[in-house]
């Protein structure tokens, strides 16, 4: 079974650190994805990445960025956190071929809060 | 501009009813539907449709996709309370790596 796993499952941060969200997947898939969810707005796309080093912005990229040294893992991160950056934050993988004919796995999500 | 609508919003049902949500999309260069199942945490996967007509069933879980009126629908059957959950709705356009996802149906199913 694929297992998505985010390194934290609650956080809470202050306005201006520098935060960063860990994902590691363990199915040796080649695409990563970091969403964001908001009661009212649904799932939304901060970016992506379809290979290590790679990466391409989503719906909603400002104010983050994203790292993906190893083909395993990849990392959000809120350069200079915000209040309305508080979400719960979704990560997910999914193998190559034409990316979206196999789903999605995801993580059990992050809950940031930001004060 | 592409969407996705999923209708309604939130529904609260009994036990043992039987529930239909509904999906319904403007997607150029539709590829395929997938609906997500998602308690406290994850989204877990249910289906993955692409061809009109054809239905897809996992227990009391059913659901079947019309290619020609744009929409998709779920069937639960019998309801349970283990079956409250956001029902999440994608479409993959095929040209990028990018899902469009509904905002979802919040279903409750009481005792």
């Known amino acids: 079974d694929v297992k998505v796993t985010q390194s934290s499952r609650y956080l809470v941060k202050r306005t201006g650190e520098k935060v960063f969200l860990e994902c590691v997947q363990d199915?040796?898939?080649?695409?990563m994805f970091w969403y964001r969810q908001d009661p009212g707005l649904g799932l939304r796309l901060i970016y992506f990445?379809?290979?290590?080093?790679?990466?391409e912005k989503g719906d909603i990229p400002e104010g983050y960025s994203v790292s993906r040294e190893k083909k395993e893992r990849f990392s959000l991160i809120l350069e200079s956190a915000s209040t309305n950056q508080t979400s719960m934050y979704l990560c997910?993988?999914?193998?190559?071929?034409?990316?979206?004919?196999?789903?999605?796995?995801f993580g059990n999500g992050t809950r940031l809060t930001v004060t | 501009e592409d969407k996705v609508v999923q209708s309604p919003l939130s529904l609260v049902v009994h036990e043992g009813d039987t529930v239909t949500l509904n999906c319904s999309y403007e997607?150029?260069?539709?590829?395929?539907l997938l609906w997500y199942k998602q308690e406290k945490k994850a989204p877990t996967f249910l289906f993955m449709l692409?061809?009109s007509g054809i239905e897809k069933k996992s227990g009391r879980l059913s659901s079947i996709l019309d290619k020609k009126e744009l929409f998709s629908i779920l069937n639960i059957t019998a309801t349970q309370t283990g079956d409250s959950a956001i029902y999440l709705c994608?479409?993959?356009?095929?040209?990028?790596?990018?899902?469009?996802w509904g905002l979802g149906t919040s279903l409750a199913v009481n005792p």
């Open positions: 994608a479409c993959n356009a095929g040209n990028n790596r990018k899902l469009i």
């Open positions: 997607v150029t260069n539709f590829r395929s």
């Open positions: 692409t061809s």
């Open positions: 199915m040796d898939h080649e695409n």
């Open positions: 990445s379809y290979d290590v080093k790679m990466k």
């Open positions: 997910a993988s999914s193998p190559e071929g034409s990316a979206y004919n196999s789903p999605l796995h």
